[in-house]
């Protein structure tokens, strides 16, 4: 009567928890935190930039008037050189287009030069200079940031 060994009920265990995970996952997460925050810090850190702020300031020159943006760009241009090149605050006229020059590849010359000589010292309104001038003093100037930020 006994021979049947005792039959229990079937046990069924309790379903699998997904925390706390294993050192592995716990390792990937901070990995991927990790890059998160430092590609933050990396996009600040260029936003914030002196070139960065100075390629800005350039793109919303405006150049209604190849004067006003002359203007503009040589104040760009002296802004940049007061805080890296202490030693051209003082310079004008050829002295401070041949200096220009002399740190950049992309050289300036002939009109664009005259245009940045002496735009300070011009009418607003007048018409010597087209707006060609303007944009060549505007590339010039984009390559001697690139040059010397």
């Known amino acids: 009567m006994d021979n049947i060994p005792e039959i229990h009920d079937i046990f069924i265990p309790s379903s699998v928890s997904c925390f706390p995970l294993a050192y592995g996952w716990w390792l990937i997460l901070g990995i991927v935190l990790g890059s998160f925050f430092f590609i933050k810090i990396i996009a600040w850190g260029i ?10 300031k350039l793109k919303h020159i405006n150049s209604q008037t190849p004067i006003d943006a002359a203007i ?19 310079l004008y006229g050829d002295e401070w287009i041949s200096f220009l020059n002399q740190h950049t590849s992309h050289k300036i010359k002939g009109v664009a030069s005259d245009l940045l000589v002496y735009a300070p010292f011009m009418n607003k309104n007048n018409k010597t200079y087209k707006a060609k001038t303007a944009e060549e003093l505007k590339l010039f100037c984009k390559h001697w940031i690139g040059a010397n930020l």
């Open 47 to 56: 936003h914030t930039s002196k070139k960065y702020y100075a390629l800005n």
């Open 72 to 90: 503009q760009i040589s104040e760009l241009l002296r802004r940049i050189c007061n805080l890296k090149y202490k030693e051209a605050n003082a």
